[in-house]
C-alpha cells in the first residue's frame, strides 16, 4: 500500500526520471565523402533531454556499428555538452549551408564531417513535444564540401565543435572486446 502510494506521488509531482529506457542514439557524427558517409560514430544513452540525468543510464559508443570502450569521462563530457547544441533557446537555431559559396577548383570528392544532434522542440508548458536527429554542425576537409551547418550562438558553435572532434577521435578506438 505504501509503495503504491509512493508511485502516485511521485507521479503526481512529475518525478518520471527513476526507470531509464532504452539507450537512443543523441549524437552521430559521420565523414562523408561526395555526399555518403564513409564512417559513423554515434553516442547512446537512455535521456533524450539533455537536462536530465539519469543515473542507471548505460551510455555507450558504436562506431561503425561496433561497441568501443569509451572512457566514461569523455562520455560525460558528450553528454554535457550536447545541452548547448540540442534545442533553440540554447543554440539560437541552427544555420543551414550556404546556398552558394565560393569557387572551388580542386579535383577530386568532396570530404568532410557532419555532427547530428537529437534535436528538441518544446511545448508551451517547457514539456518536449518533438525530436529528430538532425544536422547541427559541418566542418569541411577540403573546399568542395558544402555541408557547413551551424549553431548560431558562439558557445553551442564551440561545444558542436568538441563533440565533432571527441566523436572523429572515438572513431579510432579499437572495439571492445564483446563487440557489441
Not at 544555420?95 to 579535383?107: E, K, N, T, V, Y
Not at 513535444?129 to 538532425?134: P, S, T, V
Not at 547541427?136 to 577540403?142: D, E, I, P, S, T
Request: proline residues 7%; contains cysteine; positive net charge.
Amino acid at each position: 500500500m505504501k509503495l503504491g502510494m509512493v508511485v502516485a506521488v511521485a507521479l503526481l509531482c512529475g518525478i518520471t526520471t527513476a526507470f531509464a529506457a532504452d539507450p537512443v542514439v543523441v549524437l552521430r557524427f559521420q565523414a562523408k565523402v561526395d555526399g555518403r558517409a564513409v564512417s559513423t560514430v554515434e553516442f547512446y544513452n537512455c535521456e533524450i533531454d539533455p537536462n536530465r540525468k539519469l543515473a542507471d543510464c548505460p551510455q555507450y559508443v558504436l562506431v561503425d556499428g561496433r561497441r568501443i570502450n569509451a572512457p566514461e569521462r569523455i562520455l560525460a563530457r558528450l553528454d554535457n555538452i550536447r545541452r548547448s547544441f540540442s534545442y533553440d533557446s540554447q543554440s539560437g537555431g541552427i544555420r543551414p549551408p550556404a546556398a552558394a559559396g565560393p569557387m572551388c577548383l580542386l579535383g577530386g570528392p568532396a570530404e568532410g564531417a557532419v555532427l547530428e544532434a537529437r534535436y528538441l522542440t518544446y511545448d508551451q508548458s517547457y514539456r518536449i513535444a518533438a525530436n529528430e536527429m538532425k544536422p547541427v554542425f559541418g566542418v569541411a576537409y577540403n573546399c568542395l564540401f558544402k555541408e557547413l551547418y551551424a549553431p548560431v550562438q558562439a558557445n553551442a558553435r564551440e561545444d558542436a565543435r568538441a563533440a565533432l572532434e571527441i566523436l572523429g577521435t572515438l572513431r579510432d578506438f579499437p572495439p571492445s572486446s564483446s563487440g557489441r
